[in-house]
């Protein structure tokens, strides 16, 4: 999924007159799923859990930049156990819902984002099941 969010976003920003971005399968990814699996954890689907923000979490794994954005997405796909919807469209919805979005539209698009990290994380939680997803845009 994290790879066809990174398609479907480069498809966007090609399509907008953009350059692709470059996966850091390093500390930026690290921080986007650390995300993600605390956001699930906590159920709080924010910018900010535990004090930390997108630049805090980059600083803990290392991670130089010059610039920071942050992208996130959340829905359930299960309800006790069964379907709630086709969870290969995770990535679609979370695209769509992303470029619908003024601040989530101006992170894609936006041309000095060069490199990028993905993490998506699942849970079952009060019979549902969630999955959350983090995507952190930087420029080095």
């Known amino acids: 999924m994290a ?5 479907l976003v480069n498809e966007q920003r090609t399509n907008n007159g953009v350059p692709e971005l470059e996966v850091d399968q390093g500390g930026v990814t690290n921080a986007a799923i650390k995300h993600s699996r605390n956001m699930a954890r906590t159920g709080i689907a924010s910018h900010v859990i535990d004090g930390k923000g997108p630049a805090d979490r980059l600083q ?16 359930w796909c299960q309800v006790n156990g069964q379907p709630g919807y086709n969870v290969d469209d995770f990535a679609q919805n979370a695209v769509s819902w ?11 698009l936006n041309p000095d984002f060069t490199h990028t990290g993905i993490g998506i994380w699942a849970i079952p939680r009060d019979g549902k099941g ?11």
Not at 60 to 75: K, L, M, P, Q, R
Request: hydrophobic share 35%; charged share 15%.
């Open 3 to 7: 790879w066809e969010i990174h398609r």
């Open 60 to 75: 803990d794994e290392n991670v130089s930049f010059t610039a920071v954005g942050e992208n996130i997405y959340y829905s």
């Open 98 to 108: 992303w470029m619908n979005s003024p601040g989530h539209r101006a992170n894609i």
């Open 130 to 140: 969630y999955m959350y997803a983090t995507q952190v845009f930087i420029k080095p």
